[in-house]
Protein backbone atom coordinates (compact mmCIF):
# COMPACT_ATOMS: atom_id res chain seq x y z
CA UNK A 1 0.00 0.00 0.00
CA UNK A 2 1.20 3.56 -0.46
CA UNK A 3 -0.61 6.87 -0.20
CA UNK A 4 0.74 9.82 -1.84
CA UNK A 5 -0.11 13.38 -1.41
CA UNK A 6 0.53 16.02 -3.19
CA UNK A 7 1.59 20.05 -2.27
CA UNK A 8 2.62 23.19 -3.72
CA UNK A 9 0.30 24.05 -6.15
CA UNK A 10 -1.30 27.37 -6.75
CA UNK A 11 -1.95 30.54 -9.18
CA UNK A 12 1.10 31.82 -10.76
CA UNK A 13 1.13 34.36 -14.24
CA UNK A 14 2.77 33.26 -17.65
CA UNK A 15 6.27 32.84 -17.27
CA UNK A 16 6.28 32.29 -14.02
CA UNK A 17 7.30 29.00 -11.86
CA UNK A 18 6.21 26.61 -9.15
CA UNK A 19 7.05 23.67 -7.20
CA UNK A 20 4.75 20.83 -6.97
CA UNK A 21 6.04 18.23 -4.11
CA UNK A 22 4.51 14.03 -3.73
CA UNK A 23 4.91 13.01 0.03
CA UNK A 24 4.74 9.28 -0.21
CA UNK A 25 3.93 6.54 2.64
CA UNK A 26 3.30 2.83 3.29
CA UNK A 27 5.81 0.73 0.93
CA UNK A 28 9.94 1.52 1.00
CA UNK A 29 9.63 4.51 -0.93
CA UNK A 30 12.97 3.91 -2.73
CA UNK A 31 11.69 1.02 -4.68
CA UNK A 32 9.14 1.85 -7.00
CA UNK A 33 8.87 5.09 -9.59
CA UNK A 34 7.05 8.06 -9.24
CA UNK A 35 5.25 10.14 -12.14
CA UNK A 36 3.54 13.54 -12.42
CA UNK A 37 0.02 13.31 -14.46
CA UNK A 38 -2.00 16.72 -15.21
CA UNK A 39 -5.44 16.42 -16.28
CA UNK A 40 -7.17 20.04 -17.87
CA UNK A 41 -10.33 20.73 -17.87
CA UNK A 42 -12.09 19.19 -20.55
CA UNK A 43 -9.39 16.91 -21.15
CA UNK A 44 -7.85 13.20 -19.98
CA UNK A 45 -5.36 12.99 -18.05
CA UNK A 46 -1.87 12.94 -19.92
CA UNK A 47 1.99 12.28 -18.75
CA UNK A 48 4.09 14.67 -17.56
CA UNK A 49 7.25 13.13 -15.94
CA UNK A 50 8.34 10.81 -13.98
CA UNK A 51 11.65 9.44 -12.15
CA UNK A 52 13.00 5.79 -11.57
CA UNK A 53 16.00 4.63 -9.48
CA UNK A 54 17.95 6.60 -11.81
CA UNK A 55 16.49 7.60 -14.83
CA UNK A 56 13.98 10.77 -15.89
CA UNK A 57 11.26 11.09 -18.39
CA UNK A 58 9.48 14.18 -19.87
CA UNK A 59 6.79 14.69 -22.14
CA UNK A 60 7.64 16.73 -25.25
CA UNK A 61 5.24 19.01 -23.78
CA UNK A 62 6.68 20.03 -20.95
CA UNK A 63 10.39 18.78 -21.30
CA UNK A 64 13.15 21.46 -20.90
CA UNK A 65 10.76 23.36 -18.81
CA UNK A 66 9.92 20.94 -16.04
CA UNK A 67 12.79 18.92 -13.88
CA UNK A 68 11.12 15.99 -11.34
CA UNK A 69 13.62 14.80 -8.64
CA UNK A 70 13.55 12.63 -5.53
CA UNK A 71 14.48 12.44 -2.26
CA UNK A 72 14.71 8.94 -0.88
CA UNK A 73 15.46 10.40 2.21
CA UNK A 74 11.94 12.37 2.52
CA UNK A 75 10.35 10.09 0.58
CA UNK A 76 9.17 13.09 -1.63
CA UNK A 77 9.54 13.45 -4.85
CA UNK A 78 9.31 17.01 -6.83
CA UNK A 79 8.78 19.05 -9.52
CA UNK A 80 10.04 22.00 -10.61
CA UNK A 81 8.04 24.08 -13.19
CA UNK A 82 9.19 27.04 -14.75
CA UNK A 83 8.27 29.52 -17.73
CA UNK A 84 4.83 28.09 -17.21
CA UNK A 85 2.16 28.54 -20.28
CA UNK A 86 -1.50 28.58 -19.74
CA UNK A 87 -1.63 25.36 -21.05
CA UNK A 88 0.13 24.00 -18.54
CA UNK A 89 -3.26 24.77 -15.93
CA UNK A 90 -4.49 21.58 -15.09
CA UNK A 91 -4.82 19.40 -11.97
CA UNK A 92 -1.52 17.62 -11.35
CA UNK A 93 -1.63 14.25 -10.10
CA UNK A 94 1.64 12.31 -8.83
CA UNK A 95 1.42 8.19 -8.70
CA UNK A 96 3.45 5.00 -7.89
CA UNK A 97 4.96 2.65 -10.46
CA UNK A 98 5.49 -0.70 -8.02
CA UNK A 99 7.54 -2.05 -11.11
CA UNK A 100 9.75 0.89 -11.36
CA UNK A 101 9.31 1.59 -15.48
CA UNK A 102 9.16 4.78 -15.72
CA UNK A 103 6.09 4.62 -17.71
CA UNK A 104 4.16 7.01 -19.26
CA UNK A 105 0.81 5.18 -19.27
CA UNK A 106 -1.80 6.08 -16.42
CA UNK A 107 -2.96 2.11 -16.36
CA UNK A 108 1.35 1.41 -14.91
CA UNK A 109 0.86 3.13 -11.92
CA UNK A 110 -1.14 1.50 -8.91
CA UNK A 111 -1.55 4.52 -6.56
CA UNK A 112 -2.29 8.01 -6.82
CA UNK A 113 -2.74 11.34 -4.83
CA UNK A 114 -5.66 13.39 -5.06
CA UNK A 115 -3.93 16.04 -7.00
CA UNK A 116 -2.90 20.32 -7.10
CA UNK A 117 -4.41 22.77 -8.83
CA UNK A 118 -2.40 24.54 -11.52
CA UNK A 119 -3.68 27.88 -12.59
CA UNK A 120 -1.32 29.77 -15.28
CA UNK A 121 -2.88 33.29 -15.84
CA UNK A 122 -2.37 34.19 -19.16
Known amino acids: QVRLVESGGGLVQTGGSLILSCTAS????????VGWFRRAPGREREFAAA??????YYADSVRGRFTISRDNAKNTVTLQMVSLKPEDTAVYYCAADLHNSGSQETRDYEYWGQGTQVTVSS
Open 51 to 56: ITWGST
Open 26 to 33: GRSFSTYA
